[in-house]
């Protein structure tokens, strides 16, 4: 079973592209109603078995799109999380893809698993995105991994126009580690 084949027939269903999705995909929750997620989630298993035996940028792309669209229940994200093995690549791959949906879902898997650079990596997704739900997951994360740097951080949000934002920041800058 081939995931580039059950995404196809994602977009199909959905009536978009991988290029198309970040910007039509709406408020989202639509995604739940496709039928074939068991397909899709055992296609991504199967990808992330290849990956673990040697990277491949097409089938990480493939997988950073399967993460992307499976952004409400979080299936794929946990595939990710316990069985691909070496993370890195892949946390790369997706942090600097299109898909809004797979960058915050990279952002929460940074604060449960330990990988290479992750503060790093965390630091970019708040300073590097406009959007601001990924500000938001990332910042969540690097209270987890750093918490004094998420304070520091999330002391510029306190004023932000996004009240979700603000109320995150609020709540990182007061709690006591």
Known sequence: MLLETELAKFWEW????PETYPENRGLGEWETEYTDWEAL????????????????HDLAQQLVYALAIDN?????????EEKLESKLRFVKKAVNSNQPQAKWQIAELLGNVDV????????NLINRNDDKYIKRRALLSLSKVNH?????VAQKFLKDTDPFLKLVSKEITKKKV
């Open 14 to 17: 959905a009536g978009m592209t």
């Open 41 to 56: 989630y055992k296609a991504a298993k199967e990808v992330v078995v290849q990956l673990n035996t040697e990277f491949n």
């Open 72 to 80: 409400e229940s979080g299936q794929v994200l946990a595939i990710v």
């Open 116 to 123: 290479e650079n992750r503060e790093q990596i965390l630091l």
């Open 148 to 152: 004094p740097k998420a304070v520091e």
